[in-house]
């Protein structure tokens, strides 16, 4: 071997390695892992950190993928997917976008800053990608409806709670009350709304409405004006010696068995009139749900509910007779009050009058004003009974049955004065089911299909 040193320079050569020389007395940590940016063991770079990397937030309802990383630092960074872009400065990672950036999939677009991550979006945000939308109104999103309630379901302020859901919507979700609905007033409708459906039923079903009132109205009401016209008193009271006046004899009697009999007719017809109520109302719903509704099918189901609604007529009409004796006012209160007893009972079958008397306490104005238009049509046909009568009693005098020939004249025209009752009967039938229908739309929604399936 030759003791020569090698060809070349004779200086000494540097480390192969850049940076401070090695200290022989300070350990060496153990080595964690690639340095970012340098080669690894294998040759090849290894990844460095991502600046854009979003951090990990506990229940992030964001989308649930993996950002990768950009495989050469020395490229510019660019944003990940879904990220968005800013201008100028790069935010620290985590911090939103600047203002005018696009929005990741599956978060909200807002003006300004974007909200920071696991706090609601403003509104009229899109919630985001596999979430699904609020049931209570979808075009708002994850924001209050502007004036609306806080959650799906609540009322209105100022507005009655809904009863109960209906069939195939979720629980807290009310179908609103269709406002085209041909039987069922929505609320803040008015008279006007009320009066335009009165007028729609009647027009609907005048066709049976009009034979079934006089049959069922008509009729027993000729037959009392005709027993009236043979039982009622025809004495007159005469002046005593003394100039006070005096009775006939036999005029108590007389004037107890007329009444008498006419309250024993009243209550033999009741049932026939009660049936003629059933069946109005059965006509009125089911025409307005769109179902066929004829004349002999309304008459049975009248005659099914003929005896209770019977019943608590008699109940209702004691109850104001009571309040009728104490003073005119209070009979004349307690008619107004239980008015809306017979559509309660047929549609819902139990408490007639407490219901019908809460109804008319809870919205007191608005019953009052429907009830008091119906007894105005009551009233008109009074007054043409009454005009009737007057007629009766110029023409054939006071006692027409004490001829053959004027007892034939006051029998027709009892009998027609009798008949001309009948549109103040159906215009009394259609204004309380109507009014019925426009409470039972107070208190939560509801349609014509809905009442015409209540009753049976």
Same mark, same amino acid.
């Given at each position: 071997?030759?003791?020569?040193?090698?060809?070349?320079?004779?200086?000494?050569?540097?480390?192969?390695?850049?940076?401070?020389?090695?200290?022989?007395?300070?350990?060496?940590? #153990?080595?964690?892992?690639?340095?970012?940016?340098?080669?690894?063991?294998?040759?090849?770079?290894?990844?460095?950190?991502?600046?854009?990397?979003?951090?990990?937030?506990?229940?992030?309802?964001?989308?649930?993928?993996?950002?990768?990383?950009?495989?050469?630092?020395?490229?510019?960074?660019?944003?990940?997917?879904?990220?968005?872009?800013?201008?100028?400065?790069? #935010?620290?990672?985590?911090?939103?976008?600047?203002?005018?950036?696009?929005?990741?999939?599956?978060?909200?677009?807002?003006?300004?800053?974007?909200?920071?991550? /696991?706090?609601?979006?403003?509104?009229?945000?899109?919630?985001?990608?596999?979430? $699904?939308?609020?049931?209570?109104?979808?075009?708002?999103?994850? /924001?209050?409806?502007?004036?609306?309630?806080?959650?799906?379901?609540?009322?209105?302020?100022?507005?009655?709670?809904?009863?109960?859901?209906?069939?195939?919507?979720?629980?807290?979700?009310?179908?609103?009350?269709?406002?085209?609905?041909?039987?069922?007033?929505?609320?803040?409708?008015?008279?006007?709304?009320?009066?335009?459906?009165?007028?729609?039923?009647?027009?609907?079903?005048?066709?049976?409405?009009?034979?079934?009132?006089?049959?069922?109205?008509?009729? $027993?009401?000729? =037959? =009392?004006?005709?027993?009236?016209?043979?039982?009622?008193?025809?004495?007159?009271?005469?002046?005593? #010696?003394?100039?006070?006046?005096?009775?006939?004899?036999?005029?108590?009697?007389?004037?107890?068995?007329?009444?008498?009999?006419?309250?024993?007719?009243?209550?033999?017809? /009741?049932?026939?009139?009660?049936?003629?109520?059933?069946?109005?109302?059965?006509?009125?719903?089911?025409?307005?749900?769109?179902?066929?509704?004829?004349?002999?099918?309304?008459?049975?189901?009248?005659?099914?509910?003929?005896?209770?609604?019977?019943?608590?007529? =008699?109940?209702?009409?004691?109850? =104001?007779?009571?309040?009728?004796?104490?003073?005119?006012?209070?009979?004349?209160?307690?008619?107004?009050?239980?008015?809306?007893?017979?559509?309660?009972?047929?549609?819902?079958?139990?408490?007639?009058?407490?219901?019908?008397?809460?109804?008319?306490?809870?919205?007191?104005?608005?019953?009052?004003?429907?009830?008091?238009?119906?007894?105005?049509?009551?009233?008109?046909?009074?007054?043409?009974?009454?005009?009737?009568?007057?007629?009766?009693?110029?023409?054939?005098?006071?006692?027409?049955?004490?001829?053959?020939?004027?007892?034939?004249?006051?029998?027709?025209?009892?009998?027609?004065?009798? *008949?001309?009752? *009948?549109?103040?009967?159906?215009?009394?039938?259609?204004?309380?089911?109507?009014?019925?229908?426009?409470?039972?739309?107070?208190?939560?929604?509801?349609?014509? *299909?809905?009442?015409?399936?209540?009753?049976?």
């Amino acid at each position: 071997m030759s003791d020569l040193p090698p060809s070349g320079s004779t200086e000494p050569m540097p480390p192969a390695s850049s940076g401070a020389p090695t200290d022989p007395t300070r350990s060496t940590p #153990p080595t964690a892992g690639p340095v970012p940016g340098q080669p690894g063991p294998s040759g090849s770079p290894a990844p460095a950190a991502d600046p854009w990397a979003r951090p990990v937030v506990p229940e992030q309802p964001g989308p649930g993928a993996t950002q990768p990383a950009h495989p050469d630092p020395t490229t510019p960074a660019m944003p990940p997917p879904g990220w968005p872009a800013s201008s100028g400065a790069t #935010p620290a990672p985590g911090w939103p976008a600047s203002s005018g950036a696009t929005p990741a999939p599956g978060w909200p677009a807002s003006s300004g800053a974007t909200p920071a991550p /696991g706090w609601p979006a403003s509104s009229g945000a899109t919630p985001p990608s596999g979430w $699904p939308a609020p049931p209570g109104d979808p075009s708002t999103g994850w /924001g209050w409806p502007a004036g609306g309630p806080a959650y799906p379901g609540h009322p209105m302020p100022g507005a009655p709670y809904p009863a109960q859901p209906m069939p195939g919507g979720h629980y807290g979700w009310y179908p609103p009350t269709d406002p085209n609905d041909p039987l069922v007033t929505p609320p803040h409708a008015g008279v006007a709304g009320w009066f335009s459906r009165c007028a729609g039923a009647a027009r609907r079903g005048w066709r049976q409405l009009l034979p079934i009132m006089l049959l069922t109205q008509c009729v $027993p009401a000729a =037959i =009392i004006s005709v027993l009236s016209l043979y039982l009622v008193p025809t004495d007159e009271p005469v002046t005593g #010696p003394d100039g006070a006046p005096v009775l006939p004899d036999g005029y108590l009697e007389h004037v107890f068995a007329f009444y008498g009999v006419v309250m024993l007719a009243a209550l033999i017809f /009741g049932p026939v009139q009660a049936a003629g109520w059933g069946a109005g109302t059965w006509v009125v719903a089911r025409q307005a749900a769109g179902e066929p509704a004829g004349l002999g099918p309304a008459l049975r189901y009248g005659l099914r509910r003929a005896l209770g609604l019977w019943g608590w007529t =008699i109940v209702a009409s004691l109850l =104001i007779t009571v309040g009728a004796c104490l003073c005119l006012l209070p009979g004349i209160y307690v008619g107004f009050a239980v008015a809306l007893f017979g559509p309660v009972y047929l549609f819902e079958r139990q408490e007639p009058i407490g219901r019908a008397w809460r109804m008319f306490h809870q919205r007191f104005g608005m019953v009052l004003g429907r009830v008091a238009l119906v007894m105005c049509a009551l009233l008109a046909a009074t007054v043409l009974d009454l005009v009737v009568s007057t007629v009766s009693g110029v023409v054939f005098g006071a006692d027409p049955t004490s001829a053959p020939g004027t007892t034939v004249g006051a029998v027709a025209l009892a009998v027609v004065g009798a *008949a001309l009752a *009948a549109p103040a009967y159906l215009a009394q039938l259609v204004g309380l089911v109507v009014a019925y229908a426009e409470q039972r739309a107070q208190e939560g929604p509801v349609n014509a *299909a809905r009442l015409a399936a209540e009753l049976g």
